[in-house]
């Protein structure tokens, strides 16, 4: 079932808590994970340098994105949301849109990534994410339900990216829990580490597999979306046809001032 075939009331009532926190005897952050891998291995001197290495780096670590200001436009303005009759977003400031509705789901405040479905965080996260929305664009209430769709996306495609940083090239927890990305909150990293290891992630991942395989027309157009890809030909083709359109009435009047003067 597709997100957009969700209805709303029942997408609210599906809103539910976030993914269990791992167990006590689990690694609790990255510098007890690192410490338990090497100190098996390595030499007193050897932990003791990779410690502090360790806790340099999380030093340097930023706390994470901060929330943007307001006005998305590059002048500070408010950005111009438009729809086509499929409800998908169009016109001039559809890419920004989608970048900054992409920015909103990197922000783990707004935006935690530890819940299974985007139909699973509450209600009260996706309430902000709309303030935040209204603040910074023209958008009105009959638009919402598309939007959020659409930033639900975003948030899918955001935790996919940091599953294919942090967790799929390296071959355990201690590992994962390592290299937690930079704009994903710790604690949300830990559980989504634990569910990622689950059976039951696992055997998802395998249908979701199968599922892209099927997939016969990838989309390969860039940060633009097919839409506004479909709007911006469609603009183009109403100028050229313009264009043409003077051209042939030019033509006209100059071959019949000819013959009359001819």
């Not at 340098?49 to 901060?66: C, F, H, I, M, V």
């Not at 919402?144 to 899918?156: A, D, E, H, Q």
Request: aromatic share 8%; charged share 25%; glycine share 4%.
């Amino acid at each position: 079932m597709l997100l957009s075939d969700v209805p709303e009331q029942q997408e609210e009532q599906m809103g539910g808590a976030a993914m269990p926190q791992p167990p006590q005897n689990w690694p609790q952050n990255e510098g007890q994970a690192i410490r338990s891998s090497k100190s098996r291995n390595d030499s007193h001197e050897t932990k003791k340098s990779l410690d502090s290495s360790a806790n340099e780096e999380q030093s340097k670590r930023p706390r994470g994105p901060t929330i943007m200001h307001s006005g998305w436009r590059k002048d500070g303005g408010i950005l111009h949301v438009e729809l086509n009759n499929l409800n998908q977003a169009i016109g001039p400031d559809a890419t920004t849109l989608s970048s900054k509705l992409g920015v909103i789901t990197r922000n783990g405040i707004l935006a935690p990534l530890n819940h299974k479905d985007w139909r699973l965080v509450p209600k009260l996260y996706k309430n902000r994410i709309w303030a935040h929305i209204k603040e910074n664009t023209d958008a009105t209430k009959d638009m919402r339900r598309m939007l959020m769709i659409l930033v639900g996306s975003k948030w899918k495609e955001w935790k996919h990216e940091a599953k294919m940083i942090g967790f799929k090239p390296y071959n355990n927890d201690i590992e994962h829990l390592a290299k937690r990305p930079d704009m994903v909150e710790e604690d949300q990293w830990r559980a989504l580490v634990h569910y990622w290891s689950s059976n039951e992630a696992k055997e998802k991942s395998e249908r979701n597999k199968e599922s892209r395989r099927k997939l016969s027309m990838p989309h390969t157009s860039g940060r633009k979306s097919h839409s506004q890809i479909i709007d911006d030909v469609c603009h183009i083709y109403y100028k050229l046809s313009a264009i043409y359109i003077s051209i042939l009435i030019f033509l006209n009047i100059f071959a019949t001032n000819f013959l009359l003067f001819k």
